[in-house]
């Protein structure tokens, strides 16, 4: 748990459920974690970097994560994130591969994970990072 100290990531997530659930299993494994209830105030984080992993749902109130991930292959924020990851419950291969394109480092389907299968991708993501 020691090396995920000082690892940040960001959730941008609407359903509130599994927002607390993320924010709840991560906190616990020692990741300082922030929150976005929706695709601006996402974007708004995001776009203030300094995150060592965003995970990203795509079907977002006010602003969608493909629209999301597009803004910023556009117009790269200054303030850099290390990975951005899509969690979504959207499987679509145009999705997913629009999502990759786009600069998603990975994307994870929710319904086919469980919360503890989660926290290990996250772990990959971030080992594969530094």
Not at 40 to 67: C, H, N, S, W
Not at 90 to 96: C, D, F, K, P, R
């Amino acid at each position: 748990m020691d090396e995920n100290l000082k690892k940040r990531i960001l959730i941008i997530e609407d359903d509130e459920y599994l927002r607390d659930l993320y924010m709840e299993i991560l906190t616990a494994e020692g990741f300082m974690v922030d929150q976005a209830v929706d695709g601006e105030e996402g974007y708004q984080a995001v776009t203030r970097g300094g995150y060592d992993l965003v995970l990203l749902d795509i079907m977002l109130p006010k602003k969608d994560g493909i629209a999301i991930l597009r803004d910023l292959a556009q117009n790269p924020p200054e303030g850099k994130n290390k990975v951005i990851v899509v969690l979504s419950n959207l499987g679509q291969e145009s999705v997913i591969a629009e999502a990759v394109k786009l600069g998603a480092r990975g994307y994870m389907i929710k319904s086919e994970m469980t919360p503890e299968q989660t926290v290990n991708e996250v772990k990959r993501y971030l080992a594969e990072s530094t």
